[in-house]
C-alpha cells in the first residue's frame, strides 16, 4: 500500500493532516483525516467560577471567540436559572452579528474566492487572495478589509476587547449602547448590506455564469448525502443566535428538534484512537461509521446544513438569496459541498439584515442591562451557532457558582466525519489507477475540507500563499518512490 | 535513606530571630533541621519567598514575627499573617498539604517557644513525609 | 517604491493555540500592505502552504523574525520550537501562551491521564465503552497512522528553548506589534536579548482611566455579579477582583473599556517574575482586617486563588503545577 501524506493541512482549523492509501493498483483505499491536537478545555474550567467561563473558553478560538462566548453565556444565565432582559440580547445578538460579518467575509474572501475567482487548476502562485485582488482589482480587496474592519469595532464597542470580548456577565450584558454609537453602527450595517449584495452579485458572476465552475460544484465528487443540523426560531427560519436545534434528513424531512437541554438525548460522540478529536453523530441513529445516506448516524452543521434544516431566511433579501441557491441547485435538501459557499454568503447578507434591524429596534439603546439575581440552580446549557456548526456548552457547578463539570461540542467538531468522508471521497474521485498526482489534482482534494470553512479562517490576508503541497509516494516498505513538490 | 525534613524559617529580626537566638545561647536542645533565614520584618516575608523555598526542596516553611501589636515597624506582621492566610488557601489548591505553612508569633524572650515550634513542626512534616513538588513542578 | 533593502524574512507559527495571535497579526488591516512591502513571509501555516518540510530545508537563521504563538503542549509544539529556533536570527515569543503558558496552561491542575479521562469517557455525551483512547501509533488495516505524544503538563516557549524577546498579551494589541515591527524594519537598535517589547513597564493601574483613591481598603470580595459596577471607580475599590496591579500596561486596557475588570493577559510588570505571587503581596495589603477569623472571613470570597491569579501564567510561575 502506498501513502500520500499531506501535512499540515492549511487554511484549516488549527492543525490537521490526511493520510491517503493507495492500493497496489493506484485506487485510493481509504484516507485518514486526523488532528493531533487537544489542548482540554473540558477538563481546565472545573473549579472555576462560572462567570469567569464566558471570557475563558473564548480562548478556544481566536477567530470565533464570539461564539464561545455567547454560548457560554447563554449557559451561564441558565446556571443561574434567569433570562436576561431584553436589551440585553438583543446588544448580544448585534454583537453576534458583526462577529458573523467579519468571520464570514474573512472566509469567503480568503479561502474560498482564490479557487473560484482565480480557478482550481490556475497556477498556485495565483490561487490566493492576491490573486483574488489582481483579478477584481485593489479597490475591491481594499473594501474587503474595511467592511472585516468595521465588523471588529462594533465587536470592540460592545465587548471592550475586540477579539476576546467580555460583554457577558450572569443574567446580561456589562455595556450598553449610547444613541450616537448606535447610529454609527446604523450606517455601518447599511454598508454591511450592500457588501452582501455585492459578495453574492461577485458569486453570481465569478462562479455561477462559469460553466466548469457549476460542474464542479453540481457534479464533482464533492456530495455526501447527510443530515442537516441548524438553529432554528419559532417560524423555523434560520436564527445564528437562539432557538431549537432541528435536524432535517438526507430527503429533508424533519428528523427531530429539541431545546437546549435535551441536547443529550439526541447527540452523542464517538471516539477513534487515531485523532484527538471526537465524532458526533445522532443517537438515535447510532454511530454506524464513515458512511453517508439516509440510514447513516453522521449529520454535518454547516451554512449550508442551516439552511437546509431551516424553511427559510428571516430577512427579505437573504430570503431572495434562499430561494434563488435552492432553485438553481435542484430544490431542497442541497447535498453539493461547494454550496456551502453559496450558504455562506446568503448568511452574509442575512447577519448585515438582522445587525441593521437589531441596531434600528428601540429597545437596544434601553439601560436594563442585566437580571435580578439569586440563588444558584447550578445546571445550563447555552447553544449557539458558530460560523462552522452549531455549538453547545453545558455546565454543573455547586451552589457558589463554583465550576464543577464541563461539556462542550464545538461547531467544526459536528463536521469531524462529513470532513473525513468529504475528502475520502474527493481523493476517490481525482486520484485513480495511473493518475499523475498533479498539482491541480492536489488543490481539488484540498477543496474538499476547505468547504467547511474550519475554524481557522485567518488568510484574510496576503501573502505570497501558494498552495505548496508535498506529496510522498512511498512502497510498502517505505522507500521514496516518487516527491511531488508544488511550490 | 531516613527522610531528613528540611525545614525554612523566615524569623524577623526584632522578635522571632532574637527569640531563636535566645533558645541557642541558652543552650536549648532541638531539632536540627531548620534554616534560619533572617527578615528585618515579618511583614517583608513575600509570597514569593515561601514559594521559592517550597519549589527548591523545602518540605515545611515556618513564619514568625512580632506578636500582634508589638511591630517594630508597627502593622507588618498585620501584613504577614493575611499573606500567610491567603497563601495557605493557594498551596492547596496546588496539592501541598496545608500543615506544611506555619504562622507563630514569637517574641524576643520566648526562646523555649521557639525551640518547641521547631520540634513540634519537624515531627508535623516527618509524618507527612517528604514534599514532592520539587519533582512536580520539574520540566 | 522598493529600496535596495533586503525584505524581512518574517514566519509566524502557532503551537498550542487558539488563532487569536495570528488574527492579531491580520489585524493590522490596511496597514497590511506596508507589511508585505517590507516583509516576506516564509512560513505561517494558517495563511500560507508552506509545509514542515521546507522549513527543515531553509539554512539555519534563514528566517530574520518568527512571532511563535501557542504554548508547548505535544511533542509536535516541542519539535517545530526547536526548529524554528534553529532557522531564526530572531525567535520571539508571541502573545500570553507562548510567553506564560497562556490559558491551555491551566491544564497544568491537572494530569494527561485526568484530562483524557473527562474526554474521552467522562463527557455526558461520549459513548466510549472500551475506553478507546488516542494513540501516538495507530495500526489500521492499510498501514500505519500517528499522532504528537500529549505531555503531562504545559510548558511556555522559553522553558523549551532559547527566546530573544518576548511580545505579551491575549492576544498582543496589535498597534503594539506594528510599533515593533516599525522598529525592526527602520533598523532601530533593539533593546537586550531577554527584553518584554511592545508593551509598557509599569502596571495596567498606570494606563487605566478608572478613578482610584488613595486609600484601598477592602472588607469584602465581591463576585462580579454581586455588584453593580458603577462603570467609573476602579474594580478593586468595589470589592471586584483585578489584576492589573500585577498585570503590564501595553494592551490599552481593553477589557475595563468593556467593563470587565483584568485578568492579567499581559503578564507580569517589569522586574517581576511571578506575578501571581504579586498579586497576592497586593491583595494582602490592603485587606483592611486584623484578627484571623476576620481575615479568613474576607479571603473566604476569593473563590479560587490559583486560577485567577495564575490564569495566564501557571506553567511559568514558581509553583508551575498542581501536585497529582
Redesign the interface.
Known amino acids: 500500500m502506498r501513502t500520500i501524506t499531506i501535512d499540515p493541512i492549511t487554511r484549516l482549523e488549527g492543525h490537521g493532516k490526511i493520510e491517503i492509501f493507495l492500493n497496489d493498483e493506484g485506487d485510493v483505499q481509504n484516507v485518514y483525516f486526523q488532528v493531533p491536537e487537544l489542548r482540554g478545555f473540558e477538563k481546565f474550567c472545573e473549579g472555576r467560577p462560572v462567570e469567569e467561563l464566558p471570557a475563558i473558553v473564548a480562548k478556544i478560538c481566536g477567530v470565533c471567540p464570539g461564539c464561545h462566548h455567547m454560548a457560554s453565556g447563554k449557559a451561564v444565565d441558565v446556571v443561574f436559572g434567569v433570562e436576561p432582559p431584553p436589551t440585553a440580547k438583543k446588544l448580544r445578538e448585534l454583537f453576534y452579528m458583526a462577529h458573523f460579518i467579519h468571520s464570514h467575509t474573512a472566509h469567503f474572501y480568503a479561502l474560498a474566492a482564490p479557487d473560484f475567482v482565480v480557478g482550481p487548476f490556475a497556477p498556485p502562485s495565483k490561487r490566493n487572495i492576491l490573486g483574488v485582488i489582481e483579478k477584481v482589482g485593489k479597490e475591491a480587496g481594499l473594501e474587503v478589509i474595511k467592511q472585516r474592519r468595521l465588523a471588529q469595532e462594533i465587536q470592540a464597542l460592545l465587548g471592550g476587547h475586540q477579539t476576546f470580548v467580555v460583554m457577558n456577565i450572569p443574567g446580561g450584558v456589562r455595556r450598553g449602547l449610547s444613541q450616537s454609537e448606535r447610529d454609527d453602527i446604523v450606517t455601518k450595517a447599511n454598508g454591511f448590506v450592500e457588501f452582501g449584495k455585492f459578495s453574492l452579485r461577485l458569486f453570481q458572476d465569478v462562479v455561477l455564469a462559469n460553466k466548469e465552475y457549476l460542474d464542479i460544484i453540481l457534479n464533482g465528487p464533492y456530495s455526501l448525502k447527510l443530515h442537516s443540523m441548524g438553529l432554528v426560531d419559532n417560524n423555523n427560519k434560520v436564527n445564528f443566535y437562539d432557538g431549537k436545534v432541528r435536524v432535517v434528513d438526507t430527503e429533508g424531512k424533519e428528523l427531530c428538534k429539541y431545546s437546549p437541554p435535551e441536547y443529550l438525548e439526541y447527540i452523542a460522540e464517538h471516539v477513534e484512537p487515531w485523532s484527538y478529536l471526537k465524532f458526533p453523530f445522532l443517537k438515535k441513529i447510532g454511530w454506524t461509521g464513515f458512511i453517508d445516506g439516509q440510514n447513516s448516524g453522521v449529520y454535518h452543521a454547516t451554512p449550508l446544513s442551516r439552511l437546509n434544516a431551516a424553511d427559510g431566511m428571516a430577512t427579505p433579501l437573504a430570503q431572495k438569496e434562499y430561494e434563488h441557491m435552492y432553485s438553481t441547485l435542484g430544490g431542497k435538501p442541497v447535498h453539493a459541498t461547494l454550496a456551502m459557499h453559496w450558504a455562506r454568503l446568503v448568511e452574509l447578507l442575512y447577519s448585515a439584515e438582522r445587525c441593521l434591524e437589531l441596531a434600528m429596534d428601540p429597545d437596544i439603546t434601553g439601560k436594563e442591562l442585566r437580571a435580578q439575581l439569586g440563588p444558584i440552580p447550578g445546571e445550563g446549557v447555552g447553544i449557539v451557532e458558530a460560523q462552522r456548526g452549531t455549538l453547545t456548552h453545558h455546565y454543573w457547578t455547586d451552589d457558589r457558582g463554583i465550576v464543577k463539570k464541563v461539556n462542550i461540542i464545538v461547531g467544526t467538531t459536528n463536521n469531524n466525519a462529513a470532513i473525513c468522508m468529504s475528502i475520502k471521497k474527493a481523493a476517490q474521485g481525482f486520484i485513480k489507477k495511473g493518475t499523475e498526482v498533479s498539482d491541480g489534482i492536489l488543490n481539488l482534494v484540498e477543496m474538499a475540507f476547505r468547504a467547511y470553512d474550519p475554524c481557522f479562517s485567518c488568510a484574510t490576508h496576503s501573502l505570497p500563499g501558494q498552495m505548496p503541497l508535498i506529496i510522498e509516494i512511498r512502497e510498502p516498505n517505505g522507500e521514496l518512490k516518487q516527491r511531488l513538490i508544488r511550490d | 535513606m531516613e527522610f531528613n525534613p528540611k525545614i525554612v524559617a523566615f524569623l524577623c529580626n526584632w522578635c522571632s530571630y532574637t527569640g531563636a537566638d535566645l533558645a541557642g545561647t541558652s543552650r536549648m536542645e532541638y531539632k536540627a533541621n531548620v534554616r534560619a533565614v533572617r527578615v528585618m520584618c515579618s511583614g517583608r516575608i513575600e509570597p514569593t519567598f515561601v514559594l521559592r523555598a517550597f519549589k527548591n526542596g523545602a518540605d515545611g516553611v515556618l513564619v514568625c514575627g512580632c506578636h500582634p501589636g508589638d511591630c517594630h515597624y508597627q502593622e507588618g506582621n498585620y501584613r504577614c499573617l493575611r499573606r500567610f492566610l491567603l497563601l495557605q488557601k493557594y498551596i492547596q489548591q496546588m496539592g501541598i498539604e496545608t500543615e506544611r505553612l506555619k504562622l507563630e508569633w514569637i517574641s524576643a524572650s520566648e526562646g523555649k517557644q521557639f525551640a518547641e515550634l521547631v520540634n513540634s513542626f519537624t515531627e508535623t512534616i516527618n509524618e507527612l513525609g517528604p514534599c514532592r513538588i520539587k519533582e512536580t513542578i520539574k520540566i | 517604491m522598493e529600496g535596495s533593502k533586503p525584505k524581512l524574512k518574517l514566519a509566524v507559527y ?1 503551537a ?9 497579526v ?2 493590522v ?2 496597514k ?1 500592505f506596508d507589511v ?1 512591502a517590507a516583509a ?2 516564509v512560513f ?11 522549513v527543515e530545508e531553509m539554512p539555519d537563521n534563514h528566517i530574520d523574525v518568527t512571532l511563535f504563538n501557542g504554548a508547548v ?2 511533542s ?1 509544539n516541542e519539535h517545530m520550537a526547536r526548529l524554528l529556533r534553529k532557522k531564526s536570527k530572531i525567535l520571539v515569543a508571541y502573545g500570553s501562551c507562548a510567553q506564560l503558558g ?3 496552561g ?2 497544568n ?2 494530569t494527561k491521564e ?2 483524557f479521562n ?3 469517557s467522562e ?6 465503552p472500551e475506553g ?4 501516538i501509533l ?1 495500526k ?4 500505519n ?1 500517528h ?2 505524544e ?1 505531555f503531562n503538563d504545559v ?1 511556555s516557549l522559553s ?1 523549551t528553548v532559547d527566546v530573544d524577546y518576548s511580545i505579551p498579551g ?2 498582543p494589541q496589535t498597534e503594539r506589534l506594528l510599533e515593533v515591527f516599525t522598529a525592526i524594519v527602520s533598523g532601530a537598535e533593539l533593546p537586550p536579548k531577554g527584553s518584554v517589547i511592545g508593551a509598557e513597564t509599569k502596571t495596567q493601574c498606570d494606563e487605566c482611566i478608572r478613578k482610584k483613591s488613595e486609600n484601598k481598603k477592602i472588607r469584602k470580595f465581591y ?3 454581586e455588584i453593580q ?1 458603577d462603570g467609573i471607580t476602579c474594580f478593586m475599590e468595589q470589592g471586584v477582583l483585578c489584576m492589573g496591579p500585577a498585570t503590564r500596561a501595553g494592551c490599552g486596557y ?7 475588570p483584568c ?1 492579567g493577559c499581559y503578564g507580569p510588570p517589569a522586574g517581576v ?2 506575578p ?3 498579586m ?2 497586593a ?3 490592603i ?1 483592611d ?2 484578627e ?1 477569623e476576620d ?2 472571613r474576607v ?1 473566604e470570597d ?8 495564575y ?1 495566564f501564567s501557571l506553567p511559568s510561575s ?7
Open positions: 502557532w498550542a493555540a487558539c488563532g487569536g495571535c495570528c488574527v492579531s491580520l489585524d488591516h490596511e497590511l508585505v516576506d513571509l505561517w501555516p494558517i495563511a500560507l502552504d508552506i509545509k514542515y518540510r521546507d503542549r505535544n509536535e497562556g490559558i491551555p491551566l491544564a491542575f491537572s485526568e484530562i473527562r474526554i474521552y463527557s455526558e455525551s461520549t459513548i466510549n478507546v483512547r488516542p494513540e495507530v489500521v488495516a492499510e498501514g497512522l499522532l504528537p500529549f510548558r522553558q491575549c492576544p463576585r462580579p455579579w459596577d481593553r477589557c475595563i473599556k468593556g467593563n470587565a485578568r517574575a511571578d501571581g505571587a504579586k497576592m503581596s491583595i494582602a495589603s485587606i482586617e486584623k484571623p481575615i479568613s479571603l476569593l473563590v479560587d486563588p490559583a486560577g485567577s491569579f490564569r514558581i509553583i508551575r503545577r498542581k501536585m497529582p
